[in-house]
């Protein structure tokens, strides 16, 4: 027995040699697997990032890039489903915007929902696609208050879910990775992936895996959203170019041919659309129409109802040679279409032959400068009138009257708009009425069109370098 002692002890140091070795060998192998699940996804990584970068150096559409997303990341951390949510304009609700097509439920169902699904999977389906989610309910809610990624092992016992939970076919329990998407220092909205509990947890590695996925999304959906805002202003700034020409061919393209007078005008937009314009009509019977008109406001809705009212005074005013009458039928027919914060202040004059006398209404505008040529002084013209917009007709047609002058050779009349005597300096000090007359007394002597000349030029001389708050225009009519 003493002899065999050294062989059994052999023996037992080799089978233990042996255990130790196997167990060696199976956590080599388990680390090498591991090792191998990792290279893998670390090559789905690079691929995901590789189909961001190119979603966004492309025309990927929105649709197309949270596809790629979703898809991509439930890839990266063999997910089974996954979704996006972003947050809608006013920042309290998240509005999904793509689930993968084996995305559980992340979000409470109410009970009549799960019941209609147990007969038509479609009612699922709708639900999860067209319910937006309060910013501050549930795990999107949690991972948006927290600002980072949050891990919930199991969404059945998470506390927001209570009654509310589906998940599966069955009920099968999940786990969910969920993370806030931020970008330049704004909240986007969330991002969530999502497998069967019973497949396997996620992993530390995946945890990670997920969050840096996460972070790369959002880079990528900020840098969208940037490029997607700067490609509307830029096609908004196209519309409104076309816009602003189209508004150009309404202006007078050169100034009208009236026997005995010379007609002069200007429009200086402050931006590309004006809310301002100047008009003359051939009215017949030797007849002329003069016009200046100021829309309140500024940009589109200015510039439309601008166009507006030149259609519609262009229309009424071969009906009558009195301007308060046209006036009246103008302010008529645009009562009803201008917005209660809107008006058209607005001067029209009929210029009679060549007897000199000009009839004048004014809607709201402000008054005319008249240089008399004789007595080398200005005069200030300002017929009574109320605006058009304000009033529907009975008190527009009571205040607005009709006058008429007579231009005697020599004579100039400058109608203009509010956007010159409010032109402020570097100081803030405006132009004002009274440097207008002094300009005017000055020009005036040299013509209608020397006269527009030199107010424009010293307003611009007023202002500097500043810039332009309001549409400046003017109408200049010299009696030869």
Avoid at 107 to 128: F, Q, T
Avoid at 369 to 378: A, H, K, N, Q, V
């Amino acid at each position: 027995m003493e002899q065999l002692l050294p062989y059994l002890l052999l023996l037992i140091v080799v089978v233990v040699f042996l255990l130790l070795f196997g167990r060696l060998r199976r956590r080599f192998h388990r680390k090498k697997d591991l090792l191998r699940d990792i290279e893998t996804e670390e090559v789905r990584m690079f691929e995901f990032l590789h189909r961001l970068g190119e979603a966004i150096g492309s025309e990927t559409s929105q649709e197309q890039l949270y596809r790629i997303i979703v898809e991509g990341i439930d890839e990266v951390v063999t997910a089974e489903g996954g979704a996006i949510y972003l947050l809608d304009a006013s920042g309290e609700l998240l509005v999904p915007k793509y689930l993968s097509s084996n995305c559980p439920p992340l979000i409470g169902v109410p009970m009549e929902i799960r019941k209609k699904a147990e007969r038509d999977a479609r009612a699922m389906s709708s639900y999860l696609h067209l319910t937006q989610v309060p910013v501050e309910h549930g795990i999107f809610g949690e991972a948006l208050a927290s600002g980072r990624p949050i891990h919930v092992p199991s969404l059945r016992t998470h506390e927001s879910f209570r009654d509310a939970f589906h998940g599966y076919g069955g009920g099968e329990d999940i786990t969910v990775q969920v993370a806030p998407l931020r970008h330049g220092g704004k909240d986007l909205g969330v991002l969530a992936v999502a497998r069967r509990l019973s497949d396997r947890p996620f992993s530390t590695n995946d945890i990670s895996v997920f969050r840096t996925a996460a972070e790369q999304s959002a880079f990528a959906l900020g840098n969208a959203l940037i490029y997607r805002e700067a490609d509307e202003k830029r096609q908004i700034e196209g519309d409104l170019r076309n816009a602003s020409e189209v508004q150009r061919v309404l202006l007078p393209q050169e100034s009208p041919v009236i026997p005995g007078y010379r007609v002069y005008g200007t429009n200086i937009p402050a931006r590309i659309i004006s809310g301002d314009y100047y008009d003359h009509l051939e009215l017949g019977d030797d007849h002329h129409g003069v016009v200046i008109a100021d829309v309140s406001g500024k940009g589109v809705a200015a510039g439309l109802l601008m166009a507006m009212c030149r259609s519609v005074l262009r229309a009424k005013a071969g009906d009558s040679m009195d301007p308060g009458e046209v006036l009246a039928r103008v302010n008529e027919l645009l009562f009803p279409d201008i917005r209660e914060d809107m008006f058209v202040s607005l001067f029209y004059g009929v210029i009679v032959g060549e007897t000199g006398k000009v009839r004048l209404a004014r809607a709201g505008h402000d008054a005319a400068l008249l240089f008399r040529s004789e007595t080398g002084s200005i005069e200030m013209v300002k017929p009574q009138g109320l605006a058009i917009g304000v009033d529907g007709g009975e008190v527009f047609e009571r205040i607005t009257r009709t006058v008429e002058i007579e231009l005697k050779h020599g004579d100039c009349l400058l109608f203009y708009t509010d956007g010159i005597q409010e032109a402020i300096d570097e100081s803030g000090s405006e132009f004002g009425i009274d440097r207008l007359r002094e300009i005017f007394l000055g020009s005036a002597v040299l013509g209608a069109e020397a006269a527009v000349s030199a107010v424009q030029r010293e307003v611009a001389k007023f202002t500097g370098q500043g810039r332009q708050m309001d549409d400046i225009t003017m109408l200049a009519v010299e009696r030869r």
